[in-house]
Nanobody, 116 residues
Framework: QVQLVESGGGLVQTGGSLRLSCAASGSILDIFAMGWYRQAAGKQRELVAAATSDGNTVYGDFVKGRFTISRDNAENMVYLQMNSLKPEDTAVYYC??????????WGQGTQVTVSS
């Protein structure tokens, strides 16, 4: 079981940057993948980026090189560096962890608002 706590969201102007952080606690050594999803008002939750314990990464097509996911050496933190933000990036961003078995956990979410 993993507990996830996000931070770093806020209000930023178009073209600005934010760095989201997610702290994992609990049974963290067996985490296979960690990632970020987002959910805009009235829309489905969608994958932003994910990273496996061996360094593989995947990004949503909309990112187009603007976002970067990273993990620390202990694999108990995951970050999302977001650059060149657009109003359409406005959403609640959620941290996600998964064991290889498929058991996963969600963070509580952090609001990102990009003003035009």
């Amino acid at each position: 079981q993993v507990q996830l706590v996000e931070s770093g969201g806020g209000l930023v102007q178009t073209g600005g940057s934010l760095r989201l952080s997610c702290a994992a606690s609990g049974s963290i050594l067996d985490i296979f993948a960690m990632g970020w999803y987002r959910q805009a008002a009235g829309k489905q939750r969608e994958l932003v980026a994910a990273a496996t314990s061996d360094g593989n990464t995947v990004y949503g097509d909309f990112v187009k090189g603007r976002f970067t996911i990273s993990r620390d050496n202990a694999e108990n933190m995951v970050y999302l560096q977001m650059n060149s933000l657009k109003p359409e990036d406005t959403a609640v961003y959620y941290c996600r962890s998964d064991y290889a078995s498929g058991i996963g956990s969600w963070g509580q979410g952090t609001q990102v608002t990009v003003s035009s």
